[in-house]
């Protein structure tokens, strides 16, 4: 027995309508006029670089994908070999089977392959190592861990490469751009680099440049990942059960806006538009500065603070206010505004000195559409219920079960997962769930799913890592806070807040 169809949710609220009474706008010149201007170019081109994905995404032998082939192929396949990427195949598609079926591969000969591979191959592949080294729960902790080298820093571009991107792109010496530019990056990671700078008004900005020639380099490296997926899904049985298809979409999703420095500045007006409409006072966020934005020079002012996990070695810091604070906002972006920061690791999430948090690097944004934003708050209606259908349902809504699947199959399948962690719980004497226990459960759900062959919306992907970042926040700054003490005010606070929203979006459940 299904649940009544829910009636249609509320609408998102509207950035183009906060725009014109913001005053986080209105603090800099021109930011307002930008951000409408922004605001209105910026979903056709997301539209259009989401339908690049998806043809990327599929194999295809064009003159270019060849070529591709030929330079970045070799280097795979003479670092790896044919066995190797066989082995990590079917390592993959292993890691997705339940622990008692596994055939023991060594998984330590898969990870070593998959490690060589990336090296091999070229910046789109470390990015890809970064996607695995921050996707605890929904890959082996093995690759993981493996992979932890790809988030360090990787080598600064060349002495005055910089400076020359960013004055053929501004059509203006460095020196006229601003009154001071360090040389030295404070930050180079796969995709930019960042430096500190200060305007002529006297600003501390940030100047983050793309490396040069990055975006032709993973459009090749993509549709070879996407041609190597096609052949291991047709030549080793194994690799059909990874999904490795769906999982190269969507890295080439978030890879491709990622690229495009113009939309990080479009998502961090959004964002601070959100927190300043839920009077968020304890957020900074950085603006952009409009005249010296482009699609790769993104000039934005600096904002105060230290890596969260060194908080407590500057300041004297009350890290259960701030976990309140840090679970509060990421939900009241995903549940009410539809639009969350899609990588909240330590290196993009600062505590300043008066307690107020600060976050940077916008590449990587989630947005729900009014449908999946109603489907995500039944998904944790049905979390908090225990009730595997009513999940299942949402995740259905959400667009992560296709229509022709067998849906009872998998409410069975995943009610055995279920009742294994139920049965732990209440050997650990837990009468209740926290956000711990929401980021298993839903990690557990998202990792059936992929195991049949289905594709996970990115927005899902992206909220259950932000579930397994606070989990990080908490033992870094609140080691002995009791989240599950934390549901209770929290959700108060949302139905006391938004009652009509919530009600609606619940409604029937």
Request: aromatic residues 10%; proline residues 5%; charged residues 20%.
């Given at each position: 027995m299904t649940s009544p169809a829910p009636l249609p949710a509320p609408p998102l609220p509207d950035a183009k309508e906060m725009a014109p009474w913001s005053k986080w706008l209105g603090a800099r010149p021109n930011l307002r006029e930008y951000a409408e201007h922004w605001l209105d170019i910026a979903p056709p081109h997301r539209a259009k670089l989401g339908r690049e994905a998806?043809?990327?995404?599929q194999p295809n032998l064009r003159w270019s994908t060849l070529g591709a082939v030929a330079r970045t192929g070799g280097r795979v396949v003479s670092a790896v070999g044919i066995d190797g990427l066989a082995e990590i195949f079917r390592a993959a598609s292993d890691a997705r089977k339940e622990k008692g079926v596994r055939r023991g591969i060594d998984m330590s000969v898969a990870v070593d392959h998959a490690q060589r591979l990336v090296e091999a191959g070229g910046p789109a592949y470390v990015k890809l190592g970064q996607f695995i080294a921050s996707a605890r729960g929904l890959l082996p902790d093995e690759w993981v861990e493996a992979f932890a080298w790809c988030r360090d820093e990787v080598p600064a571009l060349r002495p005055g490469v910089a400076e020359e991107i960013i004055e053929r792109t501004f059509g203006k010496p460095v020196t006229e751009l601003?009154?001071?530019?360090?040389?030295?990056?404070?930050?180079?990671?796969?995709?930019?680099?960042v430096h500190a700078a200060t305007l002529p008004d006297g600003s501390d900005v940030v100047v983050k440049v793309r490396r040069p020639g990055l975006r032709r380099k993973f459009l090749a490296d993509i549709s070879v990942m996407a041609l190597m997926a096609g052949a291991a899904e047709r030549l080793v049985p194994d690799a059909r059960m990874?999904?490795?298809?769906?999982?190269?979409?969507?890295?080439?999703?978030?890879?491709?806006?990622?690229?495009?420095?113009?939309?990080?500045?479009?998502?961090?007006?959004?964002?601070?538009?959100?927190?300043?409409?839920?009077?968020?006072?304890?957020?900074?966020?950085?603006?952009?500065?409009p005249e010296l934005v482009a699609?790769?020079?993104?000039?934005?002012?600096?904002?105060?603070?230290?890596?969260?996990?060194?908080?407590?070695?500057?300041y004297d810091v009350d890290g259960d206010r701030l976990l309140r604070l840090a679970i509060t906002s990421v939900l009241e972006h995903t549940l009410i505004f539809g639009k969350f920061h899609g990588d909240l690791h330590a290196g993009n999430v600062f505590i300043a000195q008066d307690g107020s948090f600060s976050l940077v690097d916008f590449g990587i944004i989630g947005r729900l559409t009014t449908e999946q934003r109603a489907a995500l708050v039944r998904f944790m209606i049905g979390f908090a219920q225990s009730n595997v259908r009513l999940q299942l349902e949402a995740m259905r809504e959400f667009g992560a079960v296709p229509m022709g699947a067998d849906f009872e199959r998998l409410v069975a399948e995943i009610q055995v997962h279920a009742d294994k962690l139920a049965d732990i719980e209440i050997r650990a004497g837990q009468v209740t769930k926290?956000?711990?226990?929401?980021?298993?459960?839903?990690?557990?759900?998202?990792?059936?799913l992929?195991?049949?062959?289905?594709?996970?919306?990115?927005?899902?992907?992206?909220?259950?890592?932000?579930?397994?970042?606070?989990?990080?926040?908490?033992?870094?700054?609140?080691?002995?806070?009791?989240?599950?003490?934390?549901?209770?005010?929290?959700?108060?606070?949302?139905?006391?807040?938004?009652?009509?929203?919530?009600?609606?979006?619940?409604?029937?459940?």
């Open positions: 998806l043809r990327l995404a601003f009154t001071t530019f360090d040389t030295v990056p404070i930050a180079a990671a796969s995709i930019a680099q990874a999904n490795l298809g769906g999982f190269v979409e969507l890295f080439a999703q978030i890879v491709l806006e990622e690229l495009d420095l113009r939309l990080e500045a479009v998502n961090i007006c959004e964002l601070a538009l959100a927190s300043e409409s839920a009077e968020h006072d304890y957020a900074n966020f950085p603006r952009p500065i699609s790769n020079v993104l000039v934005m002012e600096r904002v105060p603070g230290v890596r969260y996990t060194d908080a407590k070695l500057h926290g956000i711990d226990d929401l980021a298993e459960d839903m990690g557990m759900i998202l990792r059936l992929g195991r049949s062959g289905f594709v996970l919306p990115k927005e899902l992907v992206l909220f259950f890592k932000n579930l397994l970042y606070l989990n990080s926040f908490a033992a870094a700054l609140a080691p002995n806070a009791n989240l599950l003490a934390e549901i209770e005010p929290i959700f108060t606070y949302f139905a006391t807040k938004y009652p009509e929203a919530i009600g609606m979006m619940a409604r029937g459940f």
